[in-house]
């Protein structure tokens, strides 16, 4: 039987998992929406990446209680943030089918190509995306990607009339005035490395 102390430890971690996977994500129970700028900035790596491994493995809360993960393995395809090597490993809480798993936080299929918008990893190697599904773009072929929530509002409370997004060109602007839908991959990862260069300003 599990101590009462195990057991307390069991929620402090779950409640760290959420916790360091929402923070400044959520207000109260509702995720706050993040648009491509604020992904972009809060991202400590963002590549894109094919899932070439699904691992579910334990992560040890004590000597007698462990918590299941799921440890997915992409190899990188290309590097936009961060410094890492030429795969990324990201563990999140719940199983590799994403039973047990937060509510809101994405899963990843092996073999399919995903642009990731990612935390660094917590004391336990738990990552998460920002603004979770929001920050998770699956790659429905060569040439569009879509998040969860169907791209909307990616682009919300960006106003390109602004001079700060003079630095956008046509086709990247009218991506941009999308509300929502599938985004092309070419003209999305430069409006993310243009976001960047305005960061570092």
Known sequence: MKSKF????????LSSVVF???????????????NA?????????I????????????????NENHTTCTE???KILKKIKGTYGPTVKLRQ??????????????????????????????????ASPIGMEQGAFQMINSEE???????KGLFHRMDLQSQRYKIFDENEKELMVRKK????????????????SLNDK
């Open 37 to 45: 700028e604020e992904l972009t900035k809060l991202a400590d790596k």
């Open 145 to 151: 990607a879509v998040n969860n929530f169907g791209n």
């Open 181 to 196: 839908g599938a985004v092309n991959v070419n003209l999305f990862i430069g409006i993310i490395e243009k976001m960047l």
């Open 93 to 126: 809480i719940g199983k590799a089918n994403g039973i047990g798993s937060i509510i809101g936080m994405p899963y990843y299929e092996k073999g399919r190509k995903y642009i990731l918008f990612l935390r660094n990893e917590s004391r336990y190697g738990l």
């Open 72 to 74: 997915y393995t992409f």
């Open 20 to 34: 360091y996977a929402k923070t400044n994500d959520t207000n109260a129970t509702t995720l706050l929406h993040r």
């Open 47 to 62: 590549f894109i990446g094919i899932c070439t491994l699904v691992e579910e493995r334990k992560i040890n809360v004590s």
């Open 6 to 13: 195990t057991s307390f430890l069991t929620v402090i971690l």
